[in-house]
């Protein structure tokens, strides 16, 4: 058959254009056309499984109630609900605002498809009209790149999705992917962003203002467009009287409702990063991937304490320095005695600032905090609390394979020609602990701080003539959960910050088990409790006599006044409180000065902050002793006490001493590695 084209009947340019029936035709093989390639894209286009992006839920760490949230570890804020969970009021309101036809349509609205594709014609912007189920093929199968081809598909995906799945799914899927602005991907986080409630306790109108948001989230911001999000606002509840879901009457009683104020945009503000720092470093180390805790919507329940926290954040308020604090820094630890768990960390002012955690990142020489590391393995030796060692201020010592040792005491104190174990801890005389180390060996001393788990790896861990002053450097928290050794009557627990880990929908994924062991006999340790105790009692301690129930620990303070130190327990918790200063350089410099004072000690801010901390964690509960019991005045729990002859010095006093707080340490000989300068503290 011949096309009589150009017309032959016609003349001009009037032969080029096309008769009435051939404009049909013309018509026709367009639809033809059209309806062929959509044939072709439903074959070819399968749904697909949702991008990970879309399905992604922040994983929630919580504190140890397992409620109170701590912060969210996410790439999208969200966590997908059940559209049970969803008030059928706001579910309908957002249908309101964006498609109210969804439930009658098949996926798609011809109208808004045609208005698309005709904008992207003339170059214009594409305006609204996708429906619900549209916009949900869009955001969890396909970019955002706004072409006729992308909308093509986004069409069949919709078609597909109408009749594959219920309508009540796509809503769900939709509610729970949708961008809502605050960073909040979902009405359960969008709920919370802009509410601070869950989104099924959402009413009607706290409902209206998210659907109002969903078209422009930034155009219809409450922080600076709040005019136009109530117009928005009124519009959508118009709809809802259009539709028949609420009355007139009940519109008409409709008040704006009162939006929370937008958060900083980052919990990880202040002590939330250090402790969701800690608990993303034990995942990993559990096997749990980067990956899997961003977008896996887990429940992280940490060991910390949000009392405990907020104890140890305000002893550092209140009870630390105010003057002289350029480039210092504070770590707090606590850990719960028999468990190893995690209780509280301190390891800065704000994470933001500074991610440097004090308390597991920093090391400081110990100084005297390290000694009962030495009683507890005298007391294993056979050594009692009453046997007697050099207290004379100067005496030097001499070590197999070291140099002659000349020790100090703190202040150029002299007890005399000797002086019992149990009075050198309370008053922390190192000339006394030197002796005793070298009638039980250094390796004696550094292998009993191992066992009460200070970490074998710890800088400058070392036997030599220095050990027992504590020349090494451990971290804040490794000497509270050494202390906690001996609060839990020899019982050493790893410290740990995960309790448990659950999936989205709430399957046990992990839950610790403590790892205990006995690191000591009971009689030992509460021998060692017994004379901590008095170091609060009668010693260098004695500001941590304000905590009004039994306490043990001990004071540290290190050479040139680096660091300063308080580490004690009760039966309930054992803390550590460390003081230092970096310069610049990442180094170390001297306290002096700090609070107005000449000289910071362990008894001094330290003490005090580990005092108030305490206080305040304990406040309100039953007073403990530990032994275990309410009864016992002096809070000492038992424990035998040999007493043995008096034993002469085996060290010699030399001249007059200099007044100095400490003493260099002896050069050893090549075969044994150098031991730092040794603290010396009350």
Do not use: C
């Not at 969210?72 to 309908?92: C, F, G």
């Not at 150029?412 to 000797?418: L, P």
């Not at 105790?533 to 050479?559: E, I, M, Y």
């Not at 001094?604 to 005092?611: K, L």
């Amino acid at each position: 058959m011949r096309i009589n084209y150009p017309r032959s009947e016609r003349d001009g340019v009037m032969r080029f254009v096309p008769s009435g029936r051939q404009f049909l035709a013309l018509i026709g093989m367009g639809f033809g056309v059209l309806l062929l390639v959509f044939l072709v894209l439903y074959a070819l286009v399968k749904v697909p499984t949702p991008n990970e992006f879309s399905t992604a839920q922040a994983t929630v760490v919580t504190y140890a109630d397992g409620k109170t949230e701590i912060a969210r570890v996410a790439d999208a804020n969200r966590t997908s609900i059940p559209l049970s969970d969803v008030p059928l009021v706001v579910q309908r309101e957002v249908l309101a605002a964006e498609d109210r036809d969804f439930y009658e349509h098949g996926g798609f609205s011809a109208s808004g498809i045609a208005r698309a594709a005709w904008n992207n014609i003339i170059g214009g912007s594409t305006q609204g009209g996708s429906t619900i189920t549209q916009q949900y093929a869009k955001n969890a199968y396909l970019t955002q790149d706004r072409t006729l081809t992308r909308k093509a598909k986004e069409l069949v995906l919709s078609i597909k999705l109408s009749q594959t799945r219920s309508k009540e799914r796509i809503l769900e899927d939709y509610l729970n992917t949708i961008y809502f602005g605050r960073g909040a991907y979902g009405i359960e986080a969008a709920s919370q962003a802009y509410f601070k409630i869950p989104a099924s306790k959402l009413t009607g109108t706290q409902g209206a203002v998210l659907a109002s948001l969903i078209r422009s989230p930034a155009g219809y911001a409450p922080e600076t467009n709040k005019d136009r999000l109530r117009g928005r606002w009124n519009y959508v509840l118009d709809a809802m009287v259009a539709k028949e879901w609420i009355t007139e009457k009940s519109r008409a009683r409709q008040k704006f409702p009162k939006i929370a104020k937008r958060g900083s945009g980052n919990r990880l503000e202040g002590d939330n990063g250090f402790l969701v720092d800690m608990a993303r470093r034990e995942l990993s180390a559990l096997g749990f991937s980067e990956e899997e805790v961003a977008r896996g919507g887990y429940r992280i329940t940490t060991t910390f304490d949000q009392k405990a926290m907020n104890a140890a954040r305000t002893a550092v308020e209140e009870k630390g320095p105010e003057t002289g604090v350029k480039g210092l820094r504070i770590g707090i630890a606590a850990v719960q005695p028999g468990t190893g768990a995690v209780l509280a960390i301190y390891g800065g002012d704000d994470y933001l600032t500074d991610q440097f955690n004090n308390a597991t990142q920093g090391i400081v020489q110990a100084g005297s905090t390290f000694k009962p590391f030495a009683l507890a393995a005298a007391l294993e030796n056979d050594i009692s609390l009453y046997d007697r060692f050099s207290g004379v201020n100067g005496t030097t010592f001499t070590f197999p394979g070291f140099a002659p040792y000349r020790v100090n005491n703190f202040d150029g104190y002299n007890a005399g020609g000797s002086i019992s174990l149990l009075r050198a801890t309370q008053s922390s005389v190192n000339t006394a602990y030197v002796d005793l180390e070298n009638e039980i060996t250094p390796e004696a001393v550094v292998d009993s701080a191992i066992r009460a788990g200070i970490p074998g790896t710890t800088a400058g861990l070392n036997a030599g003539p220095t050990t027992v002053l504590g020349t090494s450097s451990p971290h804040t928290l490794d000497m509270a959960a050494a202390y906690a050794t001996f609060a839990a009557r020899g019982l050493q627990a790893n410290p740990y910050v995960i309790a448990s880990v659950r999936n989205a929908n709430g399957g046990l994924l992990y839950s610790k088990r403590p790892e205990v062991s006995r690191a000591y006999d009971a009689d030992i340790a509460s021998q060692v409790t017994y004379a901590l105790t008095q170091v609060v009692k009668n010693g260098s301690g004695f500001a941590a006599q304000d905590l009004g129930r039994p306490a043990a620990g001990k004071t540290g303070t290190t050479n040139s006044n680096l660091s300063a130190w308080f580490v004690g327990y009760t039966p309930e918790i054992a803390v550590a409180v460390s003081m230092a200063k970096s310069t610049e350089s990442g180094g170390l410099k001297t306290l002096r000065g700090t609070g107005g004072m000449t000289r910071v000690t362990g008894g001094s801010f330290p003490a005090r902050m580990w005092t108030a901390m305490v206080k305040a964690f304990l406040k309100d509960t039953p007073v403990q002793q530990f032994d275990g019991t309410t009864s016992n005045s002096d809070g000492y729990g038992g424990g035998s006490y040999k007493r043995k002859s008096t034993k002469s010095p085996t060290a010699t006093s030399t001249t007059k001493p200099t007044g100095a707080p400490t003493t260099k340490a002896p050069t050893p000989v090549p075969t044994v590695p150098p031991a730092t300068s040794p603290p010396s503290t009350p």
